[in-house]
């Protein structure tokens, strides 16, 4: 896409992908409120004023609101915030988009399910089960009932950007493997489907090229289990010998852990399917090509 985007919240994983991908081709404005990149300035997208007079400032072709609080623990003991960040702050961004009459991207989450089901295609109804979901849901109904152009994408299991700002599964994994842990407990009731943010970014740069706008769910084809990655994990790695994985209940993190999480996660991409459109890989070619781009030498030391 060419023209100039406007990214919010661009300071986390997802945020790295975007900036490589639309950077290429597009102008970009690229904020947060954790400044760690010096393409990244300061803004906090809760304060409705400073984020539209931003916007305004910098006159996108379009709006991509990118951040949130991710941590379900964290929603759970702060509800206030989850809403206020992952609820408010996105009806800030449609305000501002409708004022401009541009596009507006809102990254929701595979999250936002119950599990009550194996698999979730696009037009599956979410019933989210905590103050996590239940904010980022929001989002997307203010959305889809207040832009006309707009786009909401769904987000599977989340990897990409390296140690440095993966705070995600592939991470947690790779800094035990660091630490010099021979045993990995990994659970075995969690289904889900990885999505790799590169691709994500690139199939959201596709959408936007052809106009077709609404709700797409956008994860990595290969339906799996956080078991199953953890194993492929080592395998590629080369470990299988020095490393044991060892499947657990949830209930071996609950004090971890505590927020409730669906059993399955697992989205079906049935509308990019259906529109051709739908360049999302394979999640274990996707963990393979990170692992070369981002952790090369990472467990060297180790």
């Not at 929001?138 to 207040?146: D, H, I, S, T, W």
């Not at 395998?235 to 505590?258: C, H, I, M, N, W």
């Amino acid at each position: 896409m060419t023209g100039k985007i406007y990214i919010a919240g661009c300071g986390g994983m997802l945020g790295e992908a975007f900036h490589k991908v639309f950077g290429e081709t597009a102008q970009l404005k690229c904020t947060d409120i954790d400044v760690n990149e010096d393409w990244l300035s300061y803004l906090d997208f809760r304060d409705f004023d400073a984020y539209r007079a931003d916007v305004l400032d910098f006159r996108p072709d379009c709006l991509f609101h990118l951040g949130a609080h991710t941590s379900l623990e964290y929603c759970e003991e702060h509800p206030d915030e989850a809403y206020a960040t992952n609820t408010l702050a996105v009806e800030n961004a449609v305000h501002i988009a409708n004022e401009l009459d541009i596009p507006l991207l809102y990254i929701s989450t595979a999250g936002i399910f119950d599990g009550g089901q194996e698999t979730y295609d696009d037009w599956d109804d979410p019933a989210p089960l905590g103050h996590y979901a239940r904010s980022k849901y929001a989002g997307e109904k203010f959305v889809a009932a207040n832009v006309r152009r707009h786009l909401i994408c769904r987000a599977g299991w989340m990897m990409g950007a390296g140690p440095g700002k993966d705070k995600k599964f592939i991470q947690k994994l790779m800094k035990q493997l660091k630490d010099g842990k021979t045993e990995l407990h990994v659970v075995d009731d969690k289904l889900g489907t990885p999505t790799y943010t590169r691709d994500f970014a690139r199939n959201v740069g596709l959408l936007l090229e052809k106009g077709y706008w609404g709700l797409y769910n956008m994860v990595c084809s290969g339906v799996t289990s956080r078991l199953e990655v953890a194993q492929y994990l080592v395998q590629a790695l080369g470990l299988e010998e020095k490393v044991r994985v060892t499947p657990v209940s949830s209930d071996y993190f609950a004090a971890e852990y505590f927020a409730a999480r669906p059993p399955s996660e697992r989205l079906l991409t049935v509308k990019l399917d259906l529109r051709g459109l739908n360049i999302m890989r394979d999640w274990r070619i996707c963990l393979d090509e990170y692992l070369a781009e981002y952790y090369e030498g990472y467990l060297a030391d180790s």
